[in-house]
């Protein structure tokens, strides 16, 4: 098992990857409405591309399609996971070959709004910015790595090490399989990905 996790956080590499992206993935780009939300789904679709290039784990015109709950997917290479992530401060694509992989990548935020939101993925008391910061990431990828959305994540919290958030580290959700997942500052914010335990991991800044 493997994965690999890509991010790009830099104006210019943005701007080269949503240049790279297929036709296709631009038509599917321009459906949303906001001109930021377009500009970072095109520079993710790009990433990918990218990734798979470097990685060799199918090829860079494999047409990239969505579920109905808009999880993308690669048409003919069933054994290969995706998951993309985009926020102000950059985007973020993983792959994982024959492994489950979700990746999250998160802005920095006002100290006021991890005040509001943390309740909802930790119970832990005097959490600081950085350590909200990493908990929502982390909860993010793990979420998308179930193909779940995050708002599951009310019905418990992860149980991380919240002195360990950016080491790896394994965790079991409800009766769900294990993940292990790992959080790292990129960029002004933070980057997370959950994999399948034991699956080797590659992990690169374009």
């Not at 494999?62 to 926020?87: E, F």
């Amino acid at each position: 098992m493997q994965a690999a996790v890509f991010w790009a956080t830099d104006a210019a590499t943005l701007t080269l990857l949503g240049d790279a992206c297929t036709p296709r993935d631009a038509a599917y780009a321009a459906t949303f409405d906001r001109h930021e939300d377009r500009l970072k789904r095109r520079a993710t679709y790009g990433l990918v591309r990218h990734a798979l290039k470097i990685t060799g784990w199918a090829a860079e015109t494999t047409l990239l399609a969505r579920r109905d709950t808009g999880q993308p997917y690669l048409k003919h290479t069933p054994g290969l996971t995706i998951s993309l992530s985009h926020a102000s401060n950059g985007v973020a694509v993983g792959l994982g070959l024959e492994c489950a992989v979700g990746v999250d990548i998160e802005a920095d935020q006002e100290d006021a709004v991890w005040r509001d939101v943390l309740p909802f993925v930790t119970s832990a008391k005097n959490v600081s910015p950085q350590m909200g910061l990493c908990i929502w990431t982390l909860s993010e990828a793990c979420a998308k790595s179930h193909g779940l959305g995050l708002p599951a994540l009310e019905i418990a919290h992860l149980p991380l090490d919240i002195k360990h958030l950016q080491e790896r580290q394994r965790i079991a959700w409800q009766c769900l399989a294990q993940r292990d997942v790992r959080c790292f500052n990129v960029g002004q914010g933070a980057l997370a990905y959950a994999v399948s335990p034991d699956a080797k991991v590659i992990s690169r800044r374009v």
